[in-house]
Structure formats: C-alpha cells, structure tokens
C-alpha cells in the first residue's frame, strides 16, 4: 500500500493495525518522524513511517527467526563494529585541532560521537552549535547563514512587501467571515491535501492592499503555505476558480428565482430558507445542516424532506 500525499494519523493507524501491529504514538508528524510500534509478538521498538512502508519490520523477531549460525554471525558482526567504532573515535584533542584550522573555536570539553552537537566559536564570532560530521561535509555557522540569506539576498526577496500594511477593512472580522460564508467554510483548492482545519483568507494576485472580494478566497493553512511558491500559477489558478465559482451563483440564483421566488443570495442576506421562508438558522439543528444551508439555502428540515 503506497500513499503519494501526506496522510492523516487514523489512516496509518488502520493501515499498521491490518498487518498485526500496534501504534502506541498518539501522533504523527512526517514519514522522517520515529513511531513507536508493537509487533504480534509483543516487541516494542521505534520506526519512521517512511521505513514501515518499505518492509522495515520488528528486528527481535528477525533475528529470532533466522538459523542459528547466521544470527550469531549477526550478532558477533554488531559487536566486532561497536568495537572497531569505540577503538576508531577521535579525540577531544584531534577534533579541536580540526576547528582551528579553519578560525573556529571549540568550546565543549567532552567528544562522543561525530554526530552529537559541539558548542563552537565560527571564524566570525558567532556562538552556535554544529555536528562534527556536518563540520566536516563543509556545514558552515548557521548564524552565518541567516545572515548571508536575509533581505536582499534571499531568493525570495519581494522587495519587502511582507512589511507592507493590510488595507483598512482587513481589520473587520465580519468581513472576513462574509468571505468564509460566501465559500461556505471550505478550502477552494481542488487538491487540497486535507492535512489542516485551520481556515484562512489568501490575497489571490498577492496584494495585501487588495481586500476586494474578488481577490480574497479561503484556503486551509496548508493550501496558504503551498501558495507561497509558484505564485504566478497559484494566482491564474485560484482566479479561474473566482470567476468559476462567481458563475455557479450565478446559475443557483436563477433556479431558485424560477422555483421559490427569490434567490439563494438573497435568501441567505435574509437568513431566510428558500422553501418555508421561515427563519433558516434555528431550524439548522447540526453543523453539517448550516453548512448546507450556506450552500443550498434550504434550511435542514426542508432539505432533509427534499431528500
């Protein structure tokens, strides 16, 4: 079973679950993040979701069902490494020796291992922390980095816009929320992942000072995020979606004019079902009957009895 897109915490559950496995996370985060599991014998060991899908199993059971002179070939070899690893680790001395050849101070005063992380001094004067495998990849100071990638050298660099001030009716909850309702509380994006529930409004040509509604549309946290990149794309795409979603109003308005004498718009400006003409909102006794009031303009009773 392969997933191509980010998937749910319930999904893997189900998924881990119909192979005799036992999830004990109570969260998931990415396919690099360490689950903690439990195989059908009982061994609880850790594995990234990334690993499981690819075979990797409970290495107990492995081991204990391989012949006899193969694990303690296994074993006898982990050993020999752990050994050989203990007799080839560096010195507090060689490791410090490496750093000031390149102007860097070292300030921790015990070495394990090169992957645990080292208080150091770069060349230009920075406190940071940093791998000695990574030292020796030709990782550089992060504060340096920061530097080096900030403002005008960034890649990304819009000329500051990020600064710029929202134009004066963003501060409006209410209209805000009137840009919600109008997409009926539902992220436009047609591929959009389902990872997040959070919903936010997103400048479509990427202007802050353009709060008309014709450039505003919701998008959930993730699709917000996923629109900062290929912006050029992302803004004739939500666009066609505008003019798109703009003309199936349309198209609702006039069959509701033709059947019940008034339009879906106007019913919901009223807060009025289209059908009884009764006030839509107290007879919406769910969450899922709001949200179709919003879309149908029927209120729940009458939408049920339609059904």
Known sequence: MKFSKKIDYFKIKEYIESLNYKLHSKEYNDSYSLLKLECKNGHIYNVTWNNFQQGHRCKKCYLKNLPNDKRYKTEAAKKSYRKLSRDRRHSIEFIREQFEKK????????????????????????????????????????????????????????????????????????YKESIKERDNYICQNEDCWGTAKRLNIHHINYNKKDCSPKNLITLCNSCNSRANHNREEWQKYYEKIIIKGGQM?????????????????????????????????????SKEGKSEYLISGLCEKCFDSYI
């Open 103 to 174: 102007g860097w101070k070292l300030l921790s005063e015990k070495y394990i291992n090169n992957r645990q992380k080292l208080d150091v001094i770069c060349s230009e004067g920075h406190n940071c922390k940093i791998a000695y495998d990574k030292f020796q990849a030709g990782r550089g100071c992060i504060v340096c980095k920061s530097i080096r990638m900030s403002g005008e050298n960034h890649p990304q660099w819009k000329g500051g816009i990020a600064c710029d001030p929202y134009c004066d009716i963003w501060v409006d909850k209410e």
């Open 249 to 285: 109003q349309d198209f609702k308005d006039r069959i509701a004019q033709e059947l019940y004498g008034i339009t879906i718009t106007e019913a919901k400006e009223k807060g009025i079902c289209l059908s009884c003409k009764e006030e839509a909102i107290p007879k919406c006794y």
